[in-house]
């Protein structure tokens, strides 16, 4: 651990920018092997606390589950999974921000399967900041699955809107269509109610579509609508296009990477662009296999600031507790469960 601090401090020293905040994050890039290659008897202790902290919230879900029904669940049905992760942001307007948070379910099998405790959000968002900013705790109800490709979930719960936590409903129906061509159309509509901030509206299409066994790409609209929510919009519509590209990797279950395009529109007080945003994003699993990170360089063109060139660097480290608690590095990432199957 010693050697670690030291090869930070000296990373920092030699890529020090007039003081730059980005030299920590560089810093903590190029130190990352060091970790990697931490003695067994330390990886020995990070696991030991690792599995203690996935006990723990096992039991706590089973806990929960026992209110519903007295009777033993079966082990397997346990989904419990929670994914928590730290998260070091330089923006060359902004400057440096740290933060971190969780996301996943706490899984209820003696209800049948149909009620899960959500944190976060477990869905594949466009937008993963802005997912990440609501800072929400739900209880989900599923209906029962009658075999269609169209899917109604229903959630209430507590979720942070105007600068306070609320309480809120939520109904969102997702629905996909045969083509017959390789694209898939995946239409999603999702209605919010807030004590505070009133109605909330979100629609989305997303277009799947496999370019090859190495390539699929997605390209994303989505419309948004806030009633009582003037930070967000400036008190109209939002409308916002995100175009991905992902590409197959040799070691497809070790790293993953994307490329995205991202437009951001206002119609208020004016119809305008508000930012547009081009990255990478690249995510690797440790050698403990429940522990990954991501690395995200990026520009993006602010409106605030006359849509100058702005660059952008994101670090995250994020690790898995609960059952099943191999880092799948494709949750999350991928839009798709083995897109490339598609191609073929």
Not at 73 to 83: F, G, I, M, V
Not at 176 to 196: A, D, E, H, R
Not at 209 to 222: A, H, K, V
Not at 279 to 302: A, C, M, N, Q
């Amino acid at each position: 651990m010693r050697l670690i601090i030291t090869r930070i401090a000296a990373f920092r020293r030699t890529f020090s920018v007039s003081g730059s905040p980005l030299a920590l994050v560089l810093a903590l890039v190029l130190a990352a092997p060091q970790f990697v290659a931490a003695g067994e008897n330390e990886a020995s202790f990070i696991d030991e606390v690792h599995d203690n902290w996935s006990d723990t919230v096992l039991n706590t879900a089973d806990t929960i589950d026992s209110f519903f029904s007295e009777l033993p669940a079966d082990e397997e049905s346990q989904k419990t999974r929670l994914r928590v992760y730290l998260k070091l942001r330089y923006d060359g307007h902004d400057g440096t921000g740290l933060g971190g948070g969780l996301r996943g379910k706490l899984s209820l099998p003696r209800t049948e399967k149909r009620l899960n405790i959500i944190f976060g959000s477990d869905d594949h968002e466009a937008n993963r900041d802005r997912a990440e900013d609501d800072q929400n705790i739900s209880l989900r109800l599923k209906p029962r699955p009658d075999g269609r490709r169209d899917k109604l979930r229903f959630d209430i719960g507590i979720r942070k809107r105007i600068g306070k936590y609320q309480l809120y409903g939520r109904v969102k129906h997702r629905k996909s269509y045969i083509t017959g061509g390789p694209s898939v159309p995946i239409l999603t509509n999702t209605l919010y109610y807030f004590t505070s901030a009133k109605f909330e509206y979100n629609g989305r299409l997303d277009l799947d579509r496999p370019l090859s066994s190495q390539f699929f790409f997605r390209p994303t609209s989505e419309i948004r609508w806030y009633e009582n929510n003037p930070e967000m919009c400036s008190d109209g519509f939002c409308f916002d296009q995100y175009f991905s590209l992902y590409q197959r990797m040799k070691r497809e279950k070790q790293q993953a990477i994307a490329y995205d395009l991202d437009f951001s529109f206002r119609n208020q007080p004016d119809f305008e662009l508000n930012d547009a945003n081009l990255k990478l994003r690249y995510r690797r699993v440790t050698s403990l296999d429940w522990l990954f990170w991501e690395i995200e360089p990026g520009v993006h063109f602010p409106a605030e600031h006359d849509h100058d060139a702005t660059f952008r660097f994101t670090l995250r480290l994020e690790g898995v507790f609960g059952h099943n608690d191999i880092a799948n590095i494709n949750q999350d990432f991928l839009p798709i469960n083995d897109p490339w199957k598609r191609s073929n």
